[in-house]
């Protein structure tokens, strides 16, 4: 059994299409440890593999893919974290979804996710707080921390998430995993739960890089039911590199915290992999981003005014909860929202809303969507003399259970390395890069649009030189005790 | 009644579903009457992580409308969500067109056009409790088969002076939409609505007083009432020296009053945004031809100003004429018809379609049993004294009765005209003067009035075959009345 | 440096959310916000004069469907599966809510 555990996805496919190895074991070897564990990465598990089975025939093999809980999946439970969909059931899945169920990846399971996608630290699920397989005493990140600890764990082989900030990538840093954010419109959205449409995007959270690409190959695609989808220009091809000679890198002052806010231990291992990067043959140099510092605040305008847009048709009206319905219809909205959302998603609604009324749409929401043209012309312009940049995907590593709960802009400031990113719509991927007081460290490459290949590329080529030891979260005893 | 004297401006603002098979944003069929939630699915229900995608042929019937008023239609333009929370609003937003719309400008007639921009329909919310009516029912429920249907609004200058011109000019425009066949634009049935924003001033200013905007109005009558009790209702206040405050109004028809729907507070703030979910909508080269070729060559006000320049007829009877397409071909065609005689007179033969109009009613004529070539030949005889006026009529009826051609039933029923000269038209006046002597006497002193019992002896006994103005000037001459 | 949000303010934003608010809550969301509010606020220090707006971030226009076909519809069933309120009605199914007030959007 735990040979099974030690493939990685693409390992276990690759064996499963061989005939060495059975999907619906690893199917059922997968969905025992999840439902045996105590880290609350799942809120819903399937009960066993697929009845159909000519997965040994498919590009996936059979190998079971966990599910963030806002991605609508058929019959399931889609709650995306928030009781006011608490036992929602949809009548369609989710593009994606359905992506990769057709190219062999049957749903093992739904994970853990902060209310509607807002959080980094999954502290924000009407379910329960996910707890890092590292440490059960600090958060997984968020908000797909459920996926990110799932594979961490050893609880799937491999999950997706949504990234609207940062969301697929600090928690896969702070789990010590792969989790990449493509370009926007690379994966369809129909029949993502929107937290924010212009910049919401799914992605793979993996073992290793090859995993992430293997299962980003089969997200992505251009869907009809989607306006902002597009056609990605090549196959995502499995990256092979493993150097990085020619690969100009540039290092944005502004997002390595030269002003202070990313730990000594973070920065530390980050520099590390910049030195490890030029021993592969990369030149790595300074560059800027000189609106960087400001993408935390049109990030903090514009997700929550489309936020507060996206969340308005929970009304209990036509699914979800209801509270006091003989109320009046008044009272009915009013209250039903009041107990459904908790209280972060209850601040960016507001946040969202003020931001869009009367008097202030210029000075807010029209503002940050200026910006938001200014961080996108900022990396035209580096991409024009540098192929990628690198940047610590979160300032600090995994932080305690409740440490910064009383203070959401101290939330905030997490996502200042990972916000840029979905704003200009670009890719970047986090890929484990150490251990600092040995909590995992996260390295993210941002690349230009469609850069994909590249990005996996270097991404591997640095994951092979960086040779991270993951094994002990994953071997982790799933009846709970200190992964440490 | 005050001193100040005060003339209404209107504009109008105007919903017109459009006739697509589909819905503005899902492939949902777009149905009516049919059972409750049947059509619906997870965009226009608005079910979580459901996402719209532009229908195209919405798009090219908005087009259309464009250009049927000569307006200028944007290459580029956004959707926006026009936030607000209602039952009918499933997603609490409502995907519309705000500062960049499809088309701006144009105009109809009259009546210059501001805009015309897209945008999805809302559910439709019915009552359980007994009135039906909005007010005092208990629970309601929300029928989602309507919602997200294309709808096309259509907002319209200041240019309107009165309720009648209101009422006609929507009547012109509902003819226009319907012969351009992109909506049924039937007020019962609501797939055209019409809202109105009304101010006053004093007849001769240039600036504009407070506008109210006044709904609930749902057919051609409601509307000039609703209008009209508007403008009564302004006024009174402005003559107590009160002011006119900027609100929504519902216009109740059955008390012929208006009730305010917001107080000054609660006026909606729907934090417009460009809809993240759609991209700019582009009427491409493809669009604009197809629009273009599947507009009737010819507009109602368009053929009715021409049926004005080049035919001479007057005004009215051109619209007439020309805001029911039916009419119109038909009296084109018999204009066409052109009889044997040669002696044919655009005017003549346009007074004879509202009297084939009044035999037949709505009908379409071309179904009838008047070809336009009898109806061409009969006005000709008219035109040529051939027959008069009165016994014209009488083979009108006999035409739509039976067909056939008009000189037949001529012939067969002995309608020609009769003429002082021939068969004895004199004696039947000399007749008609004996016998009426008080008439006569009245007509000798020089009171026209009484000349009509004569005249009327006169049709009478002559079945209406003699010409109405020769029996006048007969009666006259032997009257010697002035 | 963003102007405190007052109480009035926050029932109003409220309001328009839809969110019934505790006292508690509308005293810690005003301190929040306006804490929030001031962090971003140094967005309004930036020169933005002649900078468009960006509202999609991919260079794509022109999206349609572009036949008129009708798609199947969910059966009314599946349609109200979810309902809160579902309620029978003439002709099938309809979903209950309270009736609105004078005024939509109250």
């Given amino acids: 059994m735990s040979e099974l555990l030690d493939l990685t996805a693409a390992a276990a496919a690759a064996a499963v299409r061989a005939g060495e190895i059975d999907s619906g074991e690893l199917f059922e070897t997968y969905r025992a440890r999840a439902a045996a564990s105590d880290i609350n990465a799942f809120t819903w598990l399937a009960d066993g593999p697929p009845a159909a089975s000519n997965l040994r025939d498919t590009p996936l093999g059979g190998v079971p893919v966990a599910v963030k809980d806002l991605f609508c999946t058929e019959g399931v439970p889609s709650q995306a974290g928030s009781r006011i969909l608490e036992g929602y059931r949809p009548p369609y899945t989710a593009t994606v979804v359905a992506k990769l169920g057709a190219a062999g990846a049957p749903l093992l399971g739904k994970t853990n996710q902060d209310e509607f996608a807002m959080g980094s630290s999954n502290e924000n699920s009407a379910f329960g707080p996910v707890l890092n397989p590292w440490d059960r005493a600090r958060v997984p990140g968020g908000s797909s921390g459920g996926s990110a600890a799932a594979v961490a764990a050893g609880l799937a082989p491999w999950a997706i998430g949504t990234d609207t900030g940062g969301s697929i990538r600090q928690p896969a840093a702070l789990c010590g995993v792969v989790g990449m954010k493509p370009t926007y419109g690379a994966c369809s959205r129909y029949g993502m739960i929107a937290f924010a449409s212009s910049l919401d995007q799914a992605g793979p959270l993996t073992r290793d890089v090859t995993d992430a690409a293997l299962l980003l190959r089969h997200m992505v695609g251009r869907d009809r039911r989607d306006s902002t989808s597009l056609e990605f220009p090549e196959d995502i091809a499995l990256p092979r590199a493993e150097n990085l000679r020619g690969i100009r890198i540039g290092v944005p002052e502004e997002l390595t915290g030269a002003e202070g806010g990313v730990e000594t231990g973070v920065r530390e291992r980050f520099e590390a992999t910049l030195t490890l990067a030029q021993e592969l043959g990369a030149a790595v140099e300074a560059c800027r981003l000189p609106h960087a510092p400001h993408a935390l605040s049109a990030y903090y305008l514009i997700a929550p005014a489309e936020a507060s847009a996206n969340l308005a048709r929970y009304d209990g009206v036509r699914y979800g909860l209801r509270v006091a319905g003989d109320a009046g219809l008044l009272a009915m909205y009013e209250r039903t929202r009041a107990a459904g959302f908790g209280p972060e998603v209850k601040r960016r609604i507001m946040l969202g809303t003020y931001a869009l009324s009367s008097g202030y749409y210029e000075a807010y929401y029209g503002a940050a969507q200026k910006v938001r043209t200014k961080i996108a012309e900022d990396f035209r312009t580096v991409f024009e003399s540098f192929d990628l940049i690198a940047t610590p995907t979160s300032p600090w590593t995994a932080f305690e259970l409740g440490a910064k709960t009383a203070d959401p802009l101290a939330m905030y400031l997490n996502d200042f390395c990972t916000v840029p990113m979905p704003l200009a719509g670009i890719p970047a991927i986090s890929i484990p890069c150490g251990l600092a007081d040995g909590l995992p460290v996260g390295f993210q490459l941002a690349g230009p649009a469609f850069s994909e290949t590249r990005l996996l590329d270097a991404a591997h080529a640095l994951e092979l030189a960086i040779g991270f030891d993951a094994g002990p979260a994953r071997r982790s005893d799933a009846g709970g005790r200190d992964g440490r | ?482 | 440096m963003a102007e405190m949000l007052d109480r009035a303010q926050v029932l109003h934003v409220a309001r328009l959310a839809r969110l019934e608010l505790t006292d508690d809550e509308v005293e810690r969301m005003a301190g929040e916000l306006s804490k929030v509010l001031d962090h971003i606020e140094k967005i309004r220090e930036l020169d933005l004069g002649g900078v468009a707006p960006t509202s999609h971030v991919i260079d794509v226009a022109g999206v349609v469907r572009a036949d008129d076909d009708p798609e199947p519809s969910l059966p009314a069933e599946v349609a109200l599966a979810a309902a809160p309120e579902p309620v029978a009605v003439p002709g099938g199914m309809g979903f209950g809510v309270p009736s609105p007030g004078q005024a939509p959007g109250e």
């Fill in chain 2, 1 to 482: 009644m005050s001193a100040v004297e005060y003339e209404p401006v209107i504009g109008l603002e105007i919903h017109v579903q459009l006739s697509t098979r589909t819905k503005m944003f899902c492939g949902c069929e777009v149905a009516f009457g049919e059972a409750p939630n049947t059509h619906t699915c997870p965009t226009c229900l608005a079910l979580p992580g459901a996402l719209p995608v532009v229908n195209e042929r919405a798009v090219q019937f908005g087009v259309m409308i464009g250009l049927a008023f000569e307006g200028e239609i944007a290459e580029r333009s956004v959707f926006h969500r026009k936030n607000y929370f209602y039952p009918d609003s499933p997603k609490a937003y409502q995907i519309s067109q705000y500062d960049i719309p499809l088309c701006r400008g144009g105009r109809l007639g009259e009546v210059r056009i501001h805009r015309v921009h897209l945008e999805e329909d809302a559910a439709k919310l019915n009552h359980l409790g007994e009135s039906g009516r909005i007010h005092g029912a208990d629970r309601s429920w929300v029928d989602f088969n309507r919602c997200g249907t294309p709808l096309v609004e259509i907002v319209t200058e200041p240019d309107l002076r009165s309720p009648e011109q209101a009422r006609e000019w929507l009547g012109v425009l509902r003819e226009t939409l319907r012969q351009t066949g992109v909506s049924d634009v039937n007020m019962e049935e609501g797939s055209l609505r019409c809202d109105a924003n009304v101010s006053v001033r004093p007849r001769g200013s240039s600036t504009l007083g407070t506008k109210t905007e006044l709904k609930n109005m749902n057919s051609f009558r409601f509307l000039e009432r609703g209008i009209r009790a508007e403008i009564r209702r302004q006024v009174e206040l402005l003559a107590l020296g009160e002011s006119v405050v900027q609100e929504t109004l519902h216009y109740d028809p059955a008390s012929d009053t208006l009730t305010s729907l917001r107080s000054k507070e609660e006026a909606h703030d729907y934090r417009y945004f460009p809809e993240p979910d759609l991209v700019p909508l582009l009427v491409t080269e493809e669009i604009l031809t197809r629009a273009r070729a599947a507009l009737p060559a010819e507009l109602p006000v368009e053929r009715a100003q021409r049926f004005e320049r080049e035919l001479g007829l007057t005004a009215s009877r051109a619209r007439e004429l020309a805001f029911r397409a039916e009419l119109a071909d038909y009296f084109e065609r018999a204009l066409s018809a052109a009889p044997s005689n040669g002696d044919l007179d655009a005017v003549e033969l346009a007074n004879w379609i509202p009297q084939l109009v009044e035999r037949i009613g709505e009908a379409d004529p071309a179904q009838s049993r008047v070809t336009p070539e009898s109806l061409a030949s009969l006005a000709a005889m008219v035109k040529s004294k051939a027959v008069s006026r009165d016994a014209a009529r009488t083979v009108l009826s006999r035409l739509v009765e039976e067909g056939g051609a008009p000189q037949e039933i001529v012939d067969r029923e002995g309608l020609g005209a009769l003429s002082a000269d021939e068969d004895g038209l004199g004696e039947v006046v000399d007749r008609a003067i004996a016998a009426d002597p008080d008439a006569a006497e009245q007509v000798r002193a020089g009171n026209m009035r009484a000349i009509g019992p004569l005249v009327g002896y006169v049709m009478r006994e002559t079945k209406g075959r003699a010409d109405g103005g020769e029996v006048t000037r007969l009666i006259r001459e032997r009257l010697g009345g002035a």
